[in-house]
């Protein structure tokens, strides 16, 4: 069920829809002078070597919040945390402290690493938070170098651990991205699902399918293993997702001459970057086609996975966005399979424009608000022993900590 302009959608419904139409006086001069500029402003820079990329330049504070840089030995894979300096920020009136790690892809045309801006709004996001969500910027390997066919399984490999990790700590897992990196989290979320789908299943028809890729550093025991792993991983958070790398939604043409940032060029060459085979090889067996890289694309049954495993999808984009035909799809396939969720459509915007809130636009501002208050609420769902968020900037003291009130390491 679809809201009306400047409404929302009924509670129950399995999907909600909270529709904007105000565009500000700020925003209508920002497109007409960035529409020019595009696709320079968006256009990679020089191809990173194969594998997770080390962002050696990353800034070390953003927010009140320190930046912690860590190789995931066992994949390879350069992870970057959020770490709040006053460590009563982790440290509620009311519960243990962080009970959620996020993990966040950074869009970039799946060619290039986190930019200044996305520290900026995932610094925001994480203050907004601290006590609920420990974010983390995952460096994920990218084209050409490293396109969809070598980084999707080391991506697997490292979800799952992730999530054996957060399982043993007792916390939930949550994947965020925007645009390119909206893909690879929602990539990842439909593969943990159909994935330990499977697992179930087979373990329910006494077959030997076992965990795979799945290992818990304790000896296997499937049925303790799959009640501890079935539910962590909680939601999918999406910013403007590149949903289809078709590029072949018959609405994208008459958007085209409206998108301020992207464009169909831009966004063809994109897809074709990603789906690409490595260097030296001739093909990958991945195309455009393929639901690993166009998550819209998954079969109802894979849907239907992520409905059963109980992970909600939350996204936010624009409909001056070339994306957004796609976006559409994905969102009305969500709500035909029982995905349950909650998105924000903002009539007359452009791509991933919550990002644009770090610097004081109103609708970035308003997006920002939005994704914080959807993380908030499903942790209100989740843990409705924990109330409330402080952000850094309201936190003065450093309160007295008893035995159950400190915080656990992720």
Aim: proline fraction near 8%.
């Amino acid at each position: 069920m679809t809201a009306a302009p400047g409404q929302t959608t009924p509670k129950g419904q399995l999907v909600t829809v909270q529709r904007e139409t105000d565009l500000s006086l700020l925003y209508r001069v920002l497109r007409t002078v960035i529409k020019p500029l595009r696709p320079r402003l968006v256009k990679p820079g020089k191809p990173e070597p194969a594998g997770s990329p080390r962002l050696a330049n990353h800034p070390k504070r953003k927010n009140g919040c320190k930046i912690v840089e860590r190789c995931h030995e066992r994949t390879d894979t350069w992870l970057y945390d959020f770490v709040p300096e006053t460590s009563s920020s982790f440290v509620r009136k009311q519960g243990p402290g962080p009970l959620h790690n996020v993990y966040y892809f950074a869009g970039g045309g799946f060619q290039s690493p986190p930019s200044g801006q996305h520290w900026s709004f995932v610094g925001k996001i994480a203050s907004s938070l601290a006590g609920t969500h420990r974010f983390t910027i995952v460096s994920y390997p990218l084209a050409p170098n490293s396109p969809a066919s070598e980084s999707l399984p080391v991506l697997r490999q490292l979800l799952t651990r992730l999530i054996s990790e957060s399982a043993t700590a007792g916390k939930k897992v949550v994947l965020m991205g925007d645009s390119a990196g909206a893909n690879v989290a929602l990539s990842l979320a439909f593969w943990w699902a159909s994935h330990l789908s499977k697992t179930i299943d087979a373990y329910s028809r006494k077959t030997s399918f076992g965990l795979g890729p799945i290992e818990t550093g304790k000896p296997l025991d499937l049925e303790a293993d799959m009640t501890r792993l079935r539910s962590v991983l909680e939601s999918v958070v999406v910013i403007s997702p590149a949903s289809d790398l078709r590029n072949s939604n018959s609405q994208m043409a008459a958007l085209d001459q409206h998108d301020p940032l992207l464009g169909s060029e831009y966004t063809g060459a994109v897809a074709e970057a990603w789906t690409a085979p490595p260097p030296g090889e001739l093909d990958t067996g991945i195309n455009a086609d393929d639901p690993q890289v166009s998550p819209a694309l998954n079969s109802g049954v894979a849907y239907r996975a992520m409905a059963l495993q109980k992970i909600h999808v939350y996204g936010v984009y624009g409909t001056h966005d070339v994306l957004a035909p796609d976006t559409d799809v994905l969102r009305e396939n969500c709500e035909k399979h029982g995905v349950r969720g909650s998105w924000m459509i903002w009539e007359g915007q452009m791509h991933c424009f919550p990002l644009a809130g770090i610097y004081g636009m109103e609708e970035g501002v308003k997006g920002m608000g939005w994704l914080i208050r959807m993380l908030r609420e499903e942790t209100k769902i989740e843990h409705n022993h924990i109330v409330g968020d402080r952000p850094l900037t309201q936190i003065r003291e450093r309160p007295r900590l008893s035995g159950r009130g400190r915080q656990n390491s992720a």
